[in-house]
């Protein structure tokens, strides 16, 4: 059967939180890059189509598209090792050290911030044939997307903060459910519709997702969105990164390997 039990899938959760742990620098780094730049991209096309066809609904239904080939590509999101990398060190993996968890997340970090920048210029570039014209309706749409995810949520100060980091916390409780969900079948189109539906979900009800973010709000201030630099990391990044870390091991990592790896003695019942 393609199907794997919770209890075969979440060690290998385990397994693939230990492995990233001990990669090299230069791979985590160059799958992270990749990962930032499809995800980037994915984006863009969903606001596009969005914007293009007047369906919000039809962009969140095709921007999984990206998610799922750099899963299948073994590429690497700051969102799944936040979820993966400390199961490996609560399994008390050999060598799986609290500094080669935040090795590992740093460097991902890195590589998603490049990547993600990567294709805000190249799509800022192209838009502008060259930064020679605006970059018309798609350029000025994320312009004000970057504007009022941060200085949006600015204007209701600690409220707002802790409304991103909700909205982060909430988005990764869903793109980890992808990451776990893919691993769930053997078979591609199995990993695939159990990777799409909680992807949908959180593009749809507009979570914050940090490496997104890197895209978004960095590609919005090229083409003229009237938002800092400090607001973007005070406002929107710092926040969702937070969020997501919250989300994805509280909401996801955490539960399923205390109830499937670490499980507790099963109830008596007196007669």
Known sequence: MSYLEPSEFVTKMVDAGESKVYMSTKDTVIRAFMAGAVLALAAMFAITVALKTGSPLLGAVLFPVGFIMLYLMKFDLLTGVFTLVPLAWLDKRPGVTIGGILRNWGWVFVGNLGG????????????????????????????????SRTLGYQEHGFAGWMTIFI??????????MGVVGAMISTSATGKIMAMWMPIMLFFFMGFEHSIVNM????????????????DYLIWNEIPTVLGNLVGGLVFVGLPLYYTHVKTSPARKISK
């Open 167 to 176: 909205r982060g916390m909430l988005c990764n409780w869903m793109v980890s």
């Open 215 to 230: 895209f978004l709000f960095p590609f919005s201030m090229i083409m003229g969105g009237g938002f800092t630099v400090t």
């Open 116 to 147: 993600a920048l990567t294709v805000a210029f190249i799509m800022a570039f192209i838009l502008t044939y060259g930064f020679n014209i605006d970059g018309g309706a798609v350029a000025e749409k994320v312009g004000h997307i970057g504007e």
